[in-house]
């Protein structure tokens, strides 16, 4: 079954999310980042930044661990255990720190299909902002493996 359409009609509600110094350090860890200014404050400060610095990709996770896309993609249809992440990618305008507010407004932007139908990309844009004024921009695409195509 081919991805639904209608998806791109869907607009998530807007995210507002506090960046915070635990999870900084733990994504950090978790991506093997060993500069000090990704997890230790006095460091960050010593690199003249205002507090700990968020890795360029940490935004992607704290969009996808606090939006409700699977949800979204589920009401469409789609069988999340055919779903696979397919690229990212990211234009930032601003750092990110620890304790910064951020807003994320996510849309749908594209839906096509690939491989005589046996492949659906499903493109999501997102624009973050803090105190009304461009942080990033984030493009995730995920890939469907449609129903009755080999796996």
């Not at 079954?1 to 900084?24: F, N, Q, Y």
């Not at 500069?35 to 003249?48: C, F, N, S, T, V």
């Not at 620890?98 to 096509?112: E, I, K, T």
């Amino acid at each position: 079954m081919s991805l639904d359409k209608a998806i791109l009609d869907v607009v998530p509600e807007p995210l507002e999310l506090t960046v915070e110094h635990g999870r900084l350090r733990q994504f950090a860890v978790a991506i093997g980042e060993t500069d000090p200014i990704y997890r230790d404050r006095a460091a960050a400060r010593a690199a003249g930044h205002p507090d700990v610095l968020a890795p360029p990709t940490f935004l992607f996770g704290l969009e996808l661990e606090n939006s409700d896309v699977f949800g979204d993609l589920a009401r469409h249809g789609v069988e999340l255990g055919r779903v696979l992440h397919g690229e990212q990618t990211f234009r930032y305008h601003a750092a990110v720190h620890a304790g910064d507010v951020l807003r994320f407004q996510s849309r749908y932007v594209s839906a096509y299909s690939k491989a005589g139908g046996a492949l659906d990309f499903l493109v999501r844009r997102t624009e973050v902002t803090r105190d009304g004024n461009p942080v990033a921009e984030l493009e995730s695409v995920t890939v469907i493996r449609n129903a009755g195509n080999p796996s």
